[in-house]
C-alpha cells in the first residue's frame, strides 16, 4: 500500500502505477450473496449444477458487476491519503468485462493514477483500474473509475 500525507503527494504519481493489490477469491457464497443483492439469479452464475452441465465455463461465474464491486476494497488497499476526511465513487469513463471469472478464481487489482482535477476542498481522480485473474494472460475487466476525494 502506497500512503500520502496529502492530496498534493498523491497528485505527483500522475500517469504511474499506484500499485497492485492482493489476491482475492470470489466464492460461490460471494456470488450467492452478490445475486441476492441485485436480484439477478441468472443460472450461469449461482445454479452450481446446471453451470456444471449447460456453461461454456463449466462452473458458475461472477457477475461482471460484482467484480467491478471490488474497486472500493482494492482501491483502499491500494493506496491511502493521510490528510482525506472522505471519499466518494463520482463514476465511470470507461468499463469493460474483458473474460469471466469462474467461482474460485483469484482476483486482484492493478491500478494507475490517470487524472486529477481539483474541486473545492479535494480532488477528483481517474484510475484505470485492471482486475486480473490468476493465471490468465487476459484481465477479467478493465475500467476508468472517478473518484472524490476530499480533506
Not at 445454479?47 to 449447460?54: I, L, P
Request: with cysteine; proline share 5%; glycine share 6%.
Amino acid at each position: 500500500m502506497m500512503t500520502f500525507e496529502t492530496l498534493s503527494e498523491l497528485k505527483t504519481q500522475l500517469g504511474n502505477e499506484i500499485g497492485v493489490t492482493d489476491y482475492l477469491t470470489v466464492t460461490q457464497e460471494m456470488i450467492n450473496d452478490f445475486a441476492k443483492a441485485t436480484l439477478d439469479f441468472q443460472w450461469i452464475h449461482v445454479d452450481v449444477e446446471m453451470a456444471k452441465k449447460y456453461s461454456p465455463f463449466k462452473a458458475p461465474v461472477a457477475h461482471g458487476f460484482l467484480t467491478l464491486s471490488l474497486a472500493p476494497k482494492f482501491m483502499a488497499d491500494l493506496f491511502k491519503v493521510n490528510s482525506v476526511k472522505m471519499g466518494v465513487n463520482y463514476g465511470a469513463n470507461k468499463i469493460r468485462f474483458t473474460s469471466p471469472v469462474p467461482v474460485d478464481s483469484q482476483v486482484r487489482m492493478r491500478g494507475t493514477l490517470l487524472t486529477s482535477e481539483d474541486v473545492p476542498n479535494g480532488v477528483r481522480i481517474t484510475m484505470n483500474c485492471i482486475f486480473e485473474i490468476e493465471g490468465q494472460e487476459k484481465p477479467a475487466c478493465v475500467a476508468e473509475l472517478v473518484s472524490m476525494l476530499f480533506e
